[in-house]
Structures are given as C-alpha cells and as structure tokens.
Nanobody, 119 residues
C-alpha cells in the first residue's frame, strides 16, 4: 500500500507564504500523476494543482499565478508553494497520486494538512 504524508501546513497571515510537502513511500516516477486537493468547511473537495508524469501542470483558477506545484523525484517528494495567501485558501490540503494498472487503477490519498490563513 502506498503511503502519502503531507506536512508544512500551519497558520499564516493574509499575503504570506507556505510550502507544503508530500512524502511518498515509493518512487513518484511510478505515478502517472500527482496533485494537491483541498477541502474547506462546508465545501466539496477541489483540485488545487496537478502535475503529470511528463511535467504538465494544471491549476485551479483561484490559485493560478499564486501557487506552484513541483516534485523532487530523487527524494520522492511533491511540493506546493503557496504565495500571496488569502483567507479563502483556508482548508485541509491533501496529497494525491494516481497509478494506472492493468487490472484496476489506484488512487492514493494522504491524511491532509491544515492551512489556516488569518487576517
């Protein structure tokens, strides 16, 4: 079973920055894609940023230009650099990885890390 562990969340003021990290228990080269999702109170979980194996990225409109997703294959790490944070960014952030298999695709999730943006 693949394990994903997020870290780096915390309390930050509006306009501040945070870097989230996701440590994978196996080579991230084995995943077809990885990404960050978030869920705020009373809202559905939404995609924040996605990084394909080939390096292509997708960002939610609400974070475009402020967040950057990246990876370090040698360290089996996925990152999310968050800049110019807004109160609306307050949520639990989850790391996600997808692995395509012959029998059944696998979709892995971390436990999440809390990000709170205060005024």
């Amino acid at each position: 079973q693949v394990q994903l562990v997020e870290s780096g969340g915390g309390l930050v003021q509006v306009g501040g920055s945070l870097r989230l990290s996701c440590a994978a228990s196996e080579s991230i080269d084995s995943f077809n894609a990885m990404g960050w999702y978030r869920q705020a109170p009373g809202k559905q979980r939404e995609l924040v940023a996605r990084l394909g194996r080939g390096g292509g990225t997708t960002y939610a409109d609400s974070v475009e230009g402020r967040f950057t997703i990246s990876r370090d294959n040698a360290k089996n790490m996925l990152y999310l650099e968050m800049n110019n944070l807004k109160s609306e960014d307050t949520a639990i952030y989850y790391c996600n990885a997808v692995k395509i298999k012959v029998i059944r695709n696998a979709d892995y999730w971390g436990r999440g890390t809390q990000v709170t943006v205060s005024s």
